[in-house]
């Protein structure tokens, strides 16, 4: 009887463990997303202090690029675009059904002896 529980018992930590590495992989992808979605709001910012004078560069590897203004601008405005959906839609989601099983197993590890 105590190996049938003790094996339930290790069993569920197990799953609880998975669920914390994956609730922890989540978060940290999260995070950089929100890190790049900052860095790429301060470059659309000074972006937008430019005129058509000024001369952009796009680092490509170890070199130097002349970019458009325009064309800049309208590739950190798609970034912008990408990264928000990727928090909204596939984060959000992910991490919602993960504190959910998250929250579930906390409460589901049998105590009985």
């Given at each position: 009887?105590?190996?049938?529980?003790?094996?339930?018992?290790?069993t569920e930590v197990e799953?609880?463990?998975?669920?914390?590495?994956?609730?922890?992989k989540s978060m940290s992808a999260r995070q950089k997303l929100e890190a790049q979605l900052t860095e790429n709001n301060i470059v659309k910012e000074e972006l937008d202090l430019l005129d058509s004078q000024n001369l952009v560069y796009k680092l490509i590897g170890p070199v130097l690029v002349k970019q458009d203004l325009e064309e800049a601008k309208g590739?950190?405005?798609?970034?912008?675009?990408?990264?928000?959906g990727e928090m909204t839609h596939r984060h959000t989601e992910v991490l919602?059904?993960?504190q959910q099983e998250y929250q579930k197993s906390q409460g589901k590890v049998p105590v009985k002896v």
């Open positions: 009887m105590a190996d049938i529980i003790q094996k339930k018992l290790q799953k609880y463990q998975q669920i914390q590495k994956d609730l922890s590739t950190v405005g798609k970034r912008l675009e990408y990264i928000n919602a059904g993960l």
